[in-house]
């Protein structure tokens, strides 16, 4: 079994601050590593990708992973009311198939 | 098409009745994804297609699930004899190479209530 563990939350934030996401996961062998973001009632939509330890930047979003760690995350800068949704982290190990965590909500108070 | 499509949207049904949920997959996208979501619940991998290969079927639940892909391309998951549990929403997704390396895209789902 793939485990992929990200933090329950709800992750309660104010307009303009930074929100920080952590997912774990339990396969060594992973290779991809997916942030995706679902809003209430939607479907997810893929947000970042991420294959290799560092940082990545796309805007505001900073995804960075940790492989020795296995250990993966989401930064959210200057956070807006529009970032709040349940953000999903999914993992791809040496098949095809991406295992996904239960996904953490996130909301931004103005 | 532009996205991945998935029909209908929506559907009630019958205790004990058999739906059938459609997905057409971007165009090009030679894998095929079924995902549910339940209520609260993270993503739970059902099936999965690529191309003329036999499909992965490890994540379907009971044998009253099952799938299939016409001519690699349009995607029907059918429930039979329907249960309460099986409630949630189906997703589809496709990706364009068999190691999703780029992630997948999913359509809007279908979501299911038995009653």
């Known amino acids: 079994q793939k485990e992929v563990e990200q933090n329950s939350g709800p992750l309660s934030v104010p307009e303009g601050a930074i929100a920080s996401l952590n997912c774990t996961y339990s396969?060594?062998?992973?290779?991809?590593f997916f942030w995706y973001r679902q809003y209430s009632g939607k479907s997810p939509e893929l947000i970042m990708s991420i294959y290799s330890n560092g940082d990545k930047e796309d805007g505001r979003f900073t995804a960075q992973l940790n492989k020795a760690s296995q250990y993966v995350s989401l930064l959210i800068r200057d956070s807006q009311p529009s970032d709040s949704a349940t953000y999903l982290c999914a993992v791809n190990s040496d098949d095809y198939k991406l295992s996904f965590g239960a996904g953490t909500t996130v909301t931004v108070r103005a | 098409g532009a996205g991945v499509s998935q029909s209908p949207s929506n559907k009630v049904t019958e205790k004990g009745k058999d739906v059938e949920l459609r997905c057409d997959p971007i165009s090009g996208h030679t894998a095929l994804y079924w995902y549910r979501q339940s209520l609260g619940q993270g993503l739970e991998f059902l099936i999965y297609?690529?191309?003329?290969?036999?499909?992965?079927k490890s994540g379907l639940p009971s044998d009253r699930f099952s799938a299939e892909r016409t001519g690699g391309s349009v995607s029907t998951l059918t429930i039979q004899r329907t249960q309460q549990e099986d409630s949630a929403v189906y997703l589809c997704a496709s990706s364009l190479t068999t190691i999703p390396n780029y992630g997948y895209t999913f359509g809007s789902g279908t979501r299911l209530t038995v009653v």
């Open positions: 396969d060594r062998g992973s290779q991809s």
């Open positions: 297609f690529q191309g003329n290969s036999a499909p992965d």
